[in-house]
């Protein structure tokens, strides 16, 4: 196999500029989506429905797209970057769409569609690295994307403070005909530009290798194309799932069943408890939904610091350990929520929890390394990019019912929940046996979203 050349530090940056457009809509939608059914009217213990878009279209198109775009080449688009801009165009158009949405359906299909998008855009993302970059280089394109999650997602929780620098109030004012605050329009349609112009950066910057051996690669084409193929390839990885991976699925279950709950009721819980605003009517829920995005900032700057430390903590500790302190921690960070309603508490515990969401981007994956095969690494990043969207859907189908009754009718206990599943999955990290390497660990964290 002919080795890949050592790239520029620019080049790999060039390569995973897009990444950011990604992570910036996905940090949009992480502050702002439960504020915009608020204002459609929906009721709070209907919201995680509403966001059930993300993980059913996680779980139906990353294996697919994984598994298609291996097999995908042609000379002028190459293999994953057609599917960087079809992604990128459907997230583009729901974006420009959705503030101007009339009622609650609207709202909530045009979510579906921005999430497919996003989704069919991540996929190959990751595969990248792996396409363009040797060995040795990895661990820096990781890095790299790492940064993109931490600085995208820091900037669209920012925005709402950074908006009026350039003269656009932020105030509840709204259009004629809508329900939705002018500011939050700017939002959605910034964040279209954005994820169009960050991947064409990518699209025109960077050129994809073609296949080693072009001749067996069509072979394998004609005879293992198309998508029957690509749902066959499927069934026999999860048959032959390896023993490591089939361990991880308890720490996943509980992070991942948890996790929802804080981008569904963060704001709301901050507008409530710290800006006695628990409608959107009430004086005071839009500062709520600001500062939301300003405690989304602190967790993602949480999530950059623990990425340079990770490796250290990883040479000294098992994998294991580690992530289950992260997991502990960001635990913690929930259930300090409780000591105060004051809104600094929320951006400290906030803090807390981006130490943990740091691990969680990339603790699992080192422990699953060694224990997928090479060959098969697209169609396992697929199938276990489900064990992240099962457990959403069903925190998202079961919470609902806990809403009103265990959960007191109050966002904050929900925050409470996530922090007691978050305990749950550091516990499980001691169930997972992982095989002895010599190798350095790659750490791919940049993994955010669904």
């Known amino acids: 196999m ?19 457009g990604l992570q910036y809509n996905f940090g949009l939608q992480q502050f702002i989506m439960s504020p915009v059914f608020r204002y459609l009217g ?28 291996d097999r ?10 057609p599917f960087f801009l079809i992604g990128a165009l459907l997230s583009s158009i729901a974006l420009i769409l959705m503030p101007n949405s009339k009622t609650l359906w609207m709202a909530a299909g045009l979510m579906w569609m921005m999430d497919a998008g996003l989704n069919v855009t991540m996929e190959p993302f990751r595969a990248f690295i792996g396409d363009k970059l040797n060995a040795t280089q990895r661990t820096l394109g990781f890095a790299v994307q790492s940064f993109f999650v931490g600085f995208g997602q820091i900037l669209a929780s920012m925005m709402a403070y950074i908006l009026p620098l350039f003269g656009i109030a932020m ?24 994820i169009i112009a960050a991947v064409l950066w990518t699209v025109y910057t960077t050129k994809e290798y073609p296949p080693a051996d072009m001749a067996e690669f069509e072979r394998m084409k004609r005879e293992s194309g198309g998508f029957a193929h690509a749902f066959a390839e499927i069934k026999d990885a999860l048959v032959e799932m390896p023993t490591t991976m089939r361990q991880l699925w308890w720490v996943k279950f509980f992070t991942w ?4 709950l804080m981008w569904q009721y963060l704001s709301l819980a901050i507008s409530r408890h710290a800006f006695n605003a628990p409608t959107p009517q009430s004086p005071g829920f839009d500062e709520g939904s600001k500062w939301g995005g300003l405690c989304f900032a602190a967790f993602n700057v949480g ?25 502990t921690v960001a635990g913690l960070g929930f259930l300090s929520m409780l000591l105060s309603n004051d809104k600094y508490i929320f951006t400290f515990g906030m803090l807390l929890v981006g130490f943990g969401w740091g691990s969680i981007l990339s603790m699992p994956y080192v422990m699953l390394a060694d224990s997928v095969p090479p060959q098969r690494m697209g169609v396992y ?15 998202m189908i079961t919470v609902p019912f806990l809403y009103d009754t265990i959960l007191g009718g109050d966002p904050r206990n929900a925050l409470v929940l996530c922090g007691v599943c978050l305990f749950l999955a550091a516990v499980s990290c001691f169930l997972v046996k992982t095989p002895k390497t010599t190798e350095t660990p790659v750490f791919p964290v940049g993994a955010g979203g669904h």
């Open 2 to 20: 002919q080795q890949k050349p050592t790239l520029s530090f620019w080049q790999i940056w060039n390569m995973s500029f897009g990444f950011f």
């Open 42 to 69: 929906a009721d709070e213990s209907k919201i995680p429905v509403l966001w059930l878009a993300g993980p059913v279209t996680g779980l139906l198109i990353q294996p697919l797209i994984g598994a298609i775009s």
């Open 72 to 81: 995908t080449w042609s000379p002028r688009w190459g293999r994953r970057k």
């Open 171 to 194: 105030t509840a004012t709204v259009a004629s005909g809508s329900s939705i605050p002018e500011y939050v329009h700017y939002l959605f349609y910034i964040g279209s530009f954005v």
């Open 257 to 260: 069943y948890g996790l929802p």
């Open 303 to 327: 999530c950059i610091v623990v990425a340079f430390l990770i490796p250290t903590l990883s040479r000294r500790l098992s994998k294991q350990a580690v992530h289950a302190t992260f997991l």
């Open 381 to 395: 990043m697929g199938i276990f990019n489900g064990f992240i969207v099962v457990p959403q859907i069903i925190s």
